[in-house]
């Protein structure tokens, strides 16, 4: 358990509607990111953050943003939500470890848009 | 960039029975490699690293993966499967760059 929570864990909303997913950790580990998870997709990264106001996209970061205020909260926003953003979101941290460095998860937000 | 695949989109084993998980990746540079774990409604939980040196790997529950740089590749194996591992499993790339690129899964259906 790496002290990654999600909130909330599932919700369900309708296209057009802004949502906010929250990420927290109690570690102050400076590398927290947010996945979206597909079938037939794996994870794929949507934002990144490596320290409080720096933040970066990833692969599908259309139509998402992003904040870090703190160290241990980092924000995922869908500002109008659409319905091929249903999806299960994931956050994760990354720790360093002997040699390069490792990702753990939290426990995901299943989001549905109707 | 680097990118990942798997092979196998669904395994389905016999209880005790071997099981082989392929995957391979494509990089310029060199890789570190990880394999993840998600039982049904939950997160990911990583099974094993590959960082550098030894290119066989054990980590957690009995698995093992083997890194070939000629055929870049990293395929994780267990040699006794039983119900519990009944998982989605996950191959993933790094270069180093504190960033993730994952494979599309195997789903793994261990049956009695």
């Known amino acids: 358990d790496a002290g990654i929570t999600q909130s909330p864990r599932h919700k369900v909303t309708e296209t057009g509607t802004p949502v906010t997913l929250r990420c927290h950790q109690t570690?102050?580990?400076?590398?927290m990111y947010w996945y979206r998870q597909d079938p037939g997709h794996g994870l794929r990264l949507i934002h990144y953050s490596y320290g409080v106001k720096d933040t970066d996209k990833g692969e599908v970061s259309d139509g998402y943003s992003v904040s870090r205020s703190k160290t241990e909260d980092f924000l995922l926003t869908l500002e109008s939500a659409t319905s091929s953003q249903t999806s299960v979101y994931f956050c994760a941290i990354s720790v360093k470890a002997s040699e390069g460095n490792e990702q753990f998860f939290g426990p995901g937000t299943r989001l549905t848009v109707l | 960039a680097q990118s990942v695949t798997q092979l196998d989109s669904q395994v389905p084993v016999f209880e005790e029975a071997p099981v082989e998980l392929r995957c391979n990746y494509s990089s310029s540079v060199s890789v570190y490699l990880f394999w993840y774990v998600q039982y049904p409604n939950q997160g990911l939980q990583l099974l094993l690293k590959y960082l550098s040196g030894s290119t066989l790997v054990k980590g957690i529950n009995g698995f093992e993966a083997e890194f070939n740089k000629s055929q870049t590749s990293f395929h994780l194996r267990k040699p006794s499967v039983h119900i519990s591992d009944t998982a989605e499993y996950f191959c993933?790339?790094?270069?180093?760059?504190?960033?993730?690129?994952f494979g599309a899964g195997t789903t793994v259906t261990v049956r009695a």
């Open positions: 570690e102050n580990h400076r590398y």
């Open positions: 993933a790339v790094s270069v180093g760059d504190y960033k993730l690129s």
